[in-house]
Structure formats: structure tokens, C-alpha cells
């Protein structure tokens, strides 16, 4: 959703974000330099600020990157194969078979990662204090987080996804985001989520539907090694949940001292299931905006949440995908504080493990693993195949309304003019003036494939647009009212999706009625 900095209000909202936003980093610098945060304090302020500012640069181009990615999926690859060969690098591995989903599963462990670095690089240490800053000022930006919530939202992920959703070609089309993309398939490659695997088949079992695969059958060799590591991330998570509760009461974390295990460990599933239901959601709410209002669903809650989702010119809907970010955000800071584990002085290693194994358990990567794979990819790979059991909840309704909330405050109008200084220092142009516009494609017979976009039951992948009204800039809406060709080809790409969905919908049906 673009936003028109040009209006007063939005201005002023922008104006404000911006101050918000400069006092947010002069804090967490400061907090830094006054070894106030866990990793000043343990190794030196210059550590912190470089994980710090390496953390949220690499975060610009995780979330950039899967913009691009996902968004090129239906563009002809030969179109920019020339002049932009980096992108296209990136692209021809990402669309072979069924590497975007690998990517994506990589890629989510990215996102949680450098959020619980961001923590432990700017996070306040216990008993902290700043240039004796009143109480709460000090409690609401940095013992309540808002500061890093603001500084991720605004620099790390907001203000990238702006210039991704119109520049994906310059966005990728650099050693960076070839570098990233490559990181991400690593991940995946490596087994560590590959728990996600079984989550993704039990969820297919249970809606009776098949998972669609742009790849043949696995040989003998290559099940063993995929069950192989299935297996290993199984177990590796059980040990990150043993590991996180054996901290917690021994109450050995990062969490503020005075906290009851029983109540420490009620807020982490709590905040657990927060960002579940909001990375469920956004699939959700994307399956529904492909569908007609008619099938939307019958009971009053998703009835409710529609009609707020989809109201007016749909404005809401990318309004919902903002307010998620800064929900999301805030929700894993705090899941950061609650998992990161920090023995007292003098204590024991939990288990008994070498200080090596320890300091991997005090930096917070156990606790970014169960959230990828518990509290993040679970809920997605649900949503995908059970959009309907979202929408009747009453509480996806209260997320939605109070991510509408916070989206209408412009506390990140910052991203915007952020975004509008990135695109002009980079020199990005928007991807039509390299591929041309979707028509223009089309009449060169090079036309989009939105059929090669993976949607449906165990695919995470959102879409890169919105292929409805909904969510669609005004120039737009006005466009296609005046120009029959421009809603014709829109309409079509609606059809296009629908009746994919309805065909794969009809015939796992078919197939389950052979079924004795």
C-alpha cells in the first residue's frame, strides 16, 4: 500500500516517525556504548554495533529479496536474462522444481535470527540505565522494546519491501542478494528445519489433499536423506525445547528477574500462538482475497473479518500486512528476552556442556529455531491448507482490528521516506521500463505464468501482489475503469488463479472419493 506523503496528515505522521525513529537509534547507540546490552558487555561495544547494523543491512535484503523472488516467479525469465544477469543468477536456481519453497523454509530462519541478534546486540542488559533518562521514557523504548521494534520495522523490513514490490530487478541484481539467496538455500539444505517437512505432511493428510511438487518422485537414496534429516531436526528441536525449559526454571534467561517459571513459561506460548495466528493470516486472508465474497465463508466471524479485510477499496488488507510487521516484531523481541538463555554468575552449564555449546545456547539460536519451526512455519503450513478455520476464529478478528490500529497510528511512515532516499541513491527503476508492463509482455507472446507460482496446501509462498481490487493503488483502480483491456487482463489473472485452485481442489476430491 503506498502511501502519499503528499496529504498533511501522512506528512505529519511521516515527520513524526521520523523523530521517533532518529531517538530510537541514538538510544540503542548510546545503550551500546555504555556496555548496556549483552553482547557489549561480554565482548565490546564495537561487536554490538557491528552485529547490530550487520544484522538489519542483511535483513533489508532477506526481506527485499523474497519480494523479488516471489514476485518475478510468473515473469519470463529470458526477459531479463541480459541485463540483469545477477537477478537472473538467483532466479533461475529459485524457480527450478520446488526450490522456492526451500528457499522460503530458509529464509523464515533468516528473518527470526536476526531479530534475536538485533536483541542481544541492543537489547538492555537487567538493571540498565541511560543518562538518566525518566522511568519511562526508558521503560517504553527500551525496556518495552519500541526502539528496536521501530528500528527493525522501519530500516530492516518496511522500507525495503516498498522498493522491492516495484524495483525486484535492480533489488536482486547484485552479488548481496545472490549471496543471501544462496545462504537461505543452505539453511534448508541443511536439515535444521526440515521437522517443517513433517508438519507440512500431516497438515496435507488431514485436509486430504495432495502436496503439489514441480519435481519427480525421490529415489531410494535421496528418501533415505531426506527422512535422514528429518529425523535429526526432529530431535534437534526437542532438545532446543529442553534446553529452553530447563532455563527457564532455573531462571537462567534473559528475561526480568522477579518472573515465576510457570508465568514465564505461559507468556512464551502466548506470544507463541500471537505469531502463529499472524504468519497464518496473511495466507489466509490471501486465499480468501482469490475467492468470490460468496465463498468467504458463512459464520459470523468470518463473515466479520471479511467484511473489515475487505472493506471500501480494500485498503485494509495491506493495511493488516504492516500492522503484522510491527505485531510480529514486537512479539519475537519479547520471545527473544523469554528463550535467550544467560547463566547467573558462577552457575553451572545447563546439562552439563561444554562453555563452546554454551555460548551457542546464550546467543539465542535455540530459541530462534523453535519459533521458525513452532511458531512460524507451523502456523503457515496450516493456513495453507485450512484457510477457513482462521476466519471463524474470534481472535483473528481482534489481530486484525488492532494491526488496522496500529497501521493508522504512521508510527512506520518512516519506511516510506526511507525507501524513497534508498531508491535514489541506488538508482532503482521500477521493472517496467526493463520487461515492460504485464500487457506489453503478453503481446510479445512472453506473457506471465501465474500458474508458476506455488500456492495451495503446504506452500508458503505469498503473493506478490494482490490479484483483485483489493489492495490496488487508486492509478490503478481508476485505470481499469477506463480501460477495459487493463480490467480485462486483471479479471483474467484472477480466473487464472481461481480456477487453478478449483481444478487441484476437484480433483483431490475425486481421488478421496475413489478411496474406500
Known amino acids: 500500500?503506498?502511501?502519499?506523503?503528499?496529504?498533511?496528515?501522512?506528512?505529519?505522521?511521516?515527520?513524526?516517525?521520523?523523530?521517533?525513529?532518529?531517538?530510537?537509534?541514538?538510544?540503542?547507540?548510546?545503550?551500546?556504548?555504555?556496555?548496556?546490552?549483552?553482547?557489549?558487555?561480554?565482548v565490546s561495544p564495537i561487536l554490538a554495533y557491528f552485529t547490530l547494523w550487520g544484522a538489519i543491512i542483511w535483513l533489508t535484503m532477506v526481506e527485499g529479496g523474497q519480494g523479488s523472488l516471489v514476485g518475478l516467479t510468473p515473469v519470463n525469465l529470458d526477459l531479463y536474462k541480459e541485463s540483469h544477469k545477477l537477478a537472473y543468477k538467483s532466479t533461475v536456481v529459485c524457480y527450478n522444481g520446488d526450490n522456492l519453497d526451500r528457499y522460503l523454509l530458509g529464509r523464515q530462519f533468516m528473518v527470526v535470527l536476526v531479530v534475536f541478534t538485533v536483541n542481544m546486540s541492543g537489547g538492555p542488559n537487567e538493571g540498565a540505565e541511560l543518562w538518566g533518562l525518566p522511568g519511562w521514557v526508558f521503560d517504553i523504548f527500551l525496556g518495552g522494546g519500541l526502539a528496536m521494534i521501530l528500528l527493525t520495522c522501519n530500516v530492516g523490513q518496511l522500507n525495503s519491501q516498498v522498493n522491492a514490490s516495484h524495483c525486484m530487478l535492480?533489488?536482486?541484481n547484485n552479488y548481496f542478494a545472490y549471496f543471501t539467496f544462496l545462504v537461505a538455500m543452505l539453511i534448508e539444505f541443511s536439515g535444521l528445519l526440515h521437522a517443517s517437512y513433517l508438519v507440512q505432511y500431516a497438515v496435507a493428510a488431514?485436509?486430504?489433499?495432495?502436496?503439489?511438487?514441480?519435481?519427480?518422485?525421490?529415489?531410494?537414496?535421496?528418501?533415505?536423506?531426506?527422512?535422514?534429516?528429518?529425523?535429526v531436526s526432529l530431535a534437534i528441536l526437542g532438545f532446543c525445547f529442553a534446553v529452553t525449559f530447563e532455563a527457564l526454571f532455573s531462571e537462567q534467561t534473559t528475561l526480568w528477574s522477579g518472573v515465576p517459571p510457570a508465568a514465564a513459561i505461559v507468556v512464551w506460548v502466548a506470544l507463541m500462538c500471537i505469531v502463529g495466528m499472524l504468519e497464518g493470516m496473511q495466507i489466509a486472508f490471501f486465499a480468501m482475497?482469490?475467492?468470490?465474497?460468496?465463498?468467504?465463508g458463512d459464520s459470523y466471524w468470518a463473515k466479520k473479518t471479511c467484511g473489515l479485510l475487505f472493506k471500501g477499496e480494500g485498503v485494509n488488507l495491506?493495511?493488516?500486512?504492516i500492522g503484522r510487521q510491527l505485531c510480529v516484531v514486537s512479539?519475537?523481541?519479547?520471545?527473544?528476552?523469554?528463550?535467550?538463555?544467560?547463566?547467573?554468575?558462577?552457575?553451572?552449564?545447563?546439562?552439563?556442556?561444554?562453555?563452546?555449546?554454551?555460548?551457542?545456547?546464550?546467543?539465542?539460536?535455540?530459541?530462534?529455531?523453535?519459533?521458525?519451526i513452532v511458531a512460524s512455519i507451523?502456523?503457515?503450513?496450516?493456513?495453507?491448507?485450512?484457510?477457513?478455520?482462521?476466519?471463524?476464529?474470534?481472535?483473528?478478528?481482534?489481530?486484525?482490528?488492532?494491526?488496522?490500529?496500529?497501521?493508522?497510528?504512521?508510527?512506520?511512515?518512516a519506511s516510506w521516506v526511507l525507501a524513497a532516499i534508498h531508491k535514489k541513491i541506488a538508482g532503482f527503476q521500477r521493472d517496467e521500463v526493463y520487461i515492460g508492463t504485464?500487457?506489453?509482455?503478453?503481446?510479445?507472446?512472453?506473457?506471465?505464468?501465474?500458474s508458476a507460482l506455488p500456492v495451495g496446501v503446504g506452500h508458503m509462498a505469498k503473493l506478490p501482489g494482490f490479484f483483485e481490487k483489493v489492495g490496488l493503488p487508486p492509478a490503478i483502480l481508476e485505470l481499469m475503469e477506463n480501460d477495459p483491456s487493463v480490467k480485462k487482463f486483471v479479471d483474467d489473472l484472477m480466473d487464472s488463479m481461481h480456477s487453478r485452485h478449483s481444478r487441484h481442489s476437484a480433483a483431490s476430491a475425486e481421488v478421496n472419493s475413489e478411496v474406500p
Open 1 to 42: 500500500m503506498a502511501k502519499d506523503l503528499s496529504q498533511p496528515l501522512e506528512a505529519f505522521k511521516a515527520i513524526i516517525s521520523c523523530v521517533l525513529l532518529i531517538f530510537s537509534i541514538v538510544l540503542i547507540m548510546g545503550l551500546i556504548a555504555e556496555r548496556q546490552t549483552k553482547i557489549s558487555e561480554d
Open 170 to 172: 535492480d533489488y536482486i
Open 206 to 231: 488431514m485436509a486430504g489433499k495432495p502436496i503439489e511438487s514441480s519435481e519427480e518422485a525421490r529415489g531410494f537414496g535421496a528418501n533415505v536423506f531426506f527422512w535422514g534429516r528429518c529425523l
Open 289 to 296: 482475497a482469490k475467492l468470490p465474497e460468496s465463498e468467504r
Open 318 to 321: 495491506p493495511g493488516f500486512m
Open 331 to 372: 512479539c519475537m523481541f519479547f520471545v527473544a528476552r523469554v528463550t535467550s538463555v544467560s547463566l547467573k554468575e558462577g552457575g553451572d552449564n545447563i546439562f552439563g556442556v561444554d562453555d563452546g555449546l554454551q555460548e551457542l545456547f546464550n546467543f539465542g539460536f535455540l530459541g530462534a529455531l523453535i519459533v521458525t
Open 378 to 413: 507451523s502456523w503457515q503450513l496450516v493456513a495453507s491448507a485450512f484457510p477457513m478455520l482462521f476466519l471463524n476464529s474470534p481472535f483473528t478478528y481482534f489481530l486484525l482490528s488492532f494491526c488496522l490500529l496500529l497501521e493508522s497510528t504512521g508510527i512506520c511512515n
Open 438 to 450: 504485464a500487457e506489453e509482455r503478453a503481446k510479445k507472446n512472453m506473457g506471465d505464468d501465474v
